[in-house]
């Protein structure tokens, strides 16, 4: 991989979207507009008024799970920066999955979606399915070389 290619490609591209999708809004409501990075406390601050009579308390805590997808994303970021390719696309396809199914979970039970939540669930979608092909084909150059290996060498003996 050379230089160029590490600061410019698409796996950066995807994580920075999926990063960019929690300053938008992911509740827009007319006047109440809600980030991405304030949904967990905007949930606390609603639910201890409901969660006072609950028993449940843990519940509230919950929510802080999200930051792993913009976690896993910066993660993704630093590995590919410092060339651990493999290693980067893990984590990103991760993200991306982790991404995918929160955006969805959200889609459910958000009463007015923003922008955020349809730019996570496009570039986490997007993510996991180009790094999945990107797996496949992978895979497959690795089984070609180990097959161009395993056929016997030949002499190229030129006859008279």
């Known amino acids: 991989m050379d230089k160029l290619n590490r600061y410019i490609s698409f796996e950066l591209l995807l994580a920075l979207l999926i990063i960019i999708a ?3 809004p992911w509740i827009d409501a007319g006047l109440v507009k809600v980030v991405g990075w304030d949904i967990p406390r905007t949930q606390k601050s609603v639910t201890k008024v409901t969660n006072f009579f609950s ?9 802080y799970a999200i930051f792993l997808v913009p976690a896993f994303s910066l993660l993704s970021m630093i590995f590919w920066i410092y060339m651990k390719q493999t290693i980067s696309r893990v984590i990103l396809f991760i993200s991306g999955l982790f991404g995918f199914i929160l955006s969805i ?19 986490s979608l997007i993510s996991v399915i180009y790094l999945f092909f990107s797996f496949k084909s992978m895979k497959k150059a690795d089984n070609t070389e180990e097959n161009i290996e395993l056929l016997p060498k030949q002499d190229n003996v030129l006859e008279e």
């Open 22 to 24: 929690f300053f938008l």
């Open 55 to 63: 028993k449940n308390k843990e519940s509230i805590y919950q929510t």
């Open 105 to 123: 979970y959200l889609f459910f039970n958000l009463p007015k979606i923003g922008n955020g939540v349809y730019l996570l669930c496009i570039s």
